[in-house]
T-cell receptor, first 111, second 116 residues
Framework: GQQLNQSPQSMFIQEGEDVSMNCTSSSIFNTWLWYKQDPGEGPVLLIALYKAGELTSNGRLTAQFGITRKDSFLNISASIPSDVGIYFCAGGVTNAGKSTFGDGTTLTVKP | GAGVSQSPSNKVTEKGKDVELRCDPISGHTALYWYRQSLGQGLEFLIYFQGNSAPDKSGLPSDRFSAERTGGSVSTLTIQRTQQEDSAVYLC??????????????FGSGTRLTVV
């Protein structure tokens, strides 16, 4: 089946630093979605990407849909303590109904 | 309701007992998913319901696990003869027909199951 490789597995950064994480796959996806999970909660959608090469921003977050449709990255600029959590990428295929999730990147921000 | 509701939020059970976990999806969402998340780990797919189609049960780890969705709405995940390795957070999510891959899932807050 389809698999996503998400890296890094974890990150420990200082408040104010920028963060970058990515997902790669051997399969092509039509959509890439990025979720964030706060402790004790379910994941919440941050950014959705629908077109190869697309670059989308949401506040301090920027995500890109790779030109090959097999990868995506998420950048967080000027990190703050509330950025702490687990970030998941997910790839979708139109009409497939079910997304494929990466294993997550756990982000720790030190004040 | 406004979001996906799961109950109970926490469940402690003795090894060997059966448990039922409930999920109320967003009204009108035809797709419903169950995932399992062990401590600090990723999302393990369990089962997927879409409308009146046969569910995709390919992620259920053993025959002790089963799920049903009544009337296309509420879903119950049942674990029989619980084992300690079943301890995890069980997350439910729902989406509209096309929404899964376009707008993403809406997740509930999960049920934390502890088997002692």
């Amino acid at each position: 089946g389809q698999q996503l490789n998400q890296s890094p597995q974890s990150m420990f950064i200082q408040e104010g630093e920028d963060v970058s994480m990515n997902c790669t796959s051997s399969s092509i996806f039509n959509t890439w979605l990025w979720y964030k999970q706060d402790p004790g909660e379910g994941p919440v959608l941050l950014i959705a990407l629908y077109k190869a090469g697309e670059l989308t921003s949401n506040g301090r977050l920027t995500a890109q849909f790779g030109i090959t449709r097999k990868d995506s990255f998420l950048n967080i600029s000027a990190s703050i303590p509330s950025d702490v959590g687990i970030y998941f990428c997910a790839g979708g295929v139109t009409n497939a109904g079910k997304s494929t999730f990466g294993d997550g990147t756990t982000l720790t921000v030190k004040p | 309701g406004a979001g996906v509701s799961q109950s109970p939020s926490n469940k402690v059970t003795e090894k060997g007992k059966d448990v039922e976990l409930r999920c109320d999806p967003i009204s009108g969402h035809t797709a419903l998913y169950w995932y399992r998340q062990s401590l600090g780990q990723g999302l393990e797919f369990l089962i997927y319901f879409q409308g009146n189609s046969a569910p995709d049960k390919s992620g259920l780890p053993s025959d002790r696990f089963s799920a049903e969705r009544t009337g296309g709405s509420v879903s119950t995940l049942t674990i029989q003869r619980t084992q300690q390795e079943d301890s995890a957070v069980y997350l439910c999510a729902s989406s509209s027909l096309q929404g899964a891959t376009i707008y993403g899932y809406t997740f509930g807050s999960g049920t934390r199951l502890t088997v002692v």
